[in-house]
């Protein structure tokens, strides 16, 4: 069964510093769909950014890009130049087929500091 | 922007009691997802449904559980008798046809449900 592993429960970061959030993942499959959700306070859960794993260019979203190594299956979040908006819990996540369930890893609680 | 939506935001209910939780999917999608997430873990798959009828289901969704598209926008997930244990957020999600541009599953804002 696939697996998504968030080792970050919290972290913190200066507002207009960057950080990087960690992510692996677990999975036989070649190709697949790998997540970073947001979700505020408000509980929405927001897509920021999203891989195919049959590209090797790494996804990019303006301040968000992700750092996409297939062969040691980690995923990471790069957040440059961090927002007091960008504070929130942050879900790396993984999906079989396009049609398929997505699976979440257990969230990085993410606080910027002003 | 198309969203989903549901209803209600906040559900309070009497543990046995039966609850059914509304979801509007964005109109043109056809798989539909409910998730759910006990308050400070990780959301978990519940259940898909395509072409009216489930996918894939989780252990989680056992008999107590059904889901049912009853018209042509409406989804829904029933709960037939509440625990206290059934107490979370739960999210209705869509998605479109494989092949129709970037993929992605939307989220609604969720319905946060309160077993006593």
């Known amino acids: 069964a696939q697996t998504v592993t968030q080792s970050q429960p919290e972290m913190s970061v200066q507002e207009a510093e960057t950080v990087t959030l960690s992510c692996t993942y677990d999975t036989s499959e070649s190709d697949y769909y790998l997540f970073w959700y947001k979700q505020p306070p408000s509980r929405q859960m927001i897509l920021v950014i999203r891989?195919?794993?049959?590209?090797?260019q790494n996804a990019t979203e303006n301040r968000f890009s992700v750092n996409f190594q297939k062969a040691a299956k980690s995923f990471s979040l790069k957040i440059s130049d961090s927002q007091l908006g960008d504070a929130a819990m942050y879900f790396c996540a993984y999906s079989q087929n396009r049609d398929d369930k997505i699976i979440f890893g257990k969230g990085t609680r993410l606080h910027i500091l002003p | 922007e198309p969203e989903v939506t549901q209803t209600p935001s906040h559900q309070v209910t009497q543990m046995g009691q039966e609850v059914i939780l509304r979801c509007v999917p964005i109109s043109n999608h056809l798989y539909f997802y409910w998730y759910r997430q006990i308050l400070g873990q990780k959301v978990e798959f519940l259940v898909s449904?395509?072409?009216?009828?489930?996918?894939?289901k989780s252990e989680i969704f056992d008999d107590q559980f059904s889901v049912e598209r009853p018209d042509g926008s409406n989804f829904t997930l029933k709960i037939r008798s509440t625990k206290l244990e059934d107490s979370a957020m739960y999210f209705c999600a869509s998605s479109d046809l494989p092949g129709q541009g970037a993929y992605e599953q939307y989220f609604g804002p969720g319905t946060r449900l309160t077993v006593t």
């Open positions: 891989q195919e794993a049959y590209k090797q």
């Open positions: 449904f395509y072409n009216n009828e489930i996918s894939e």
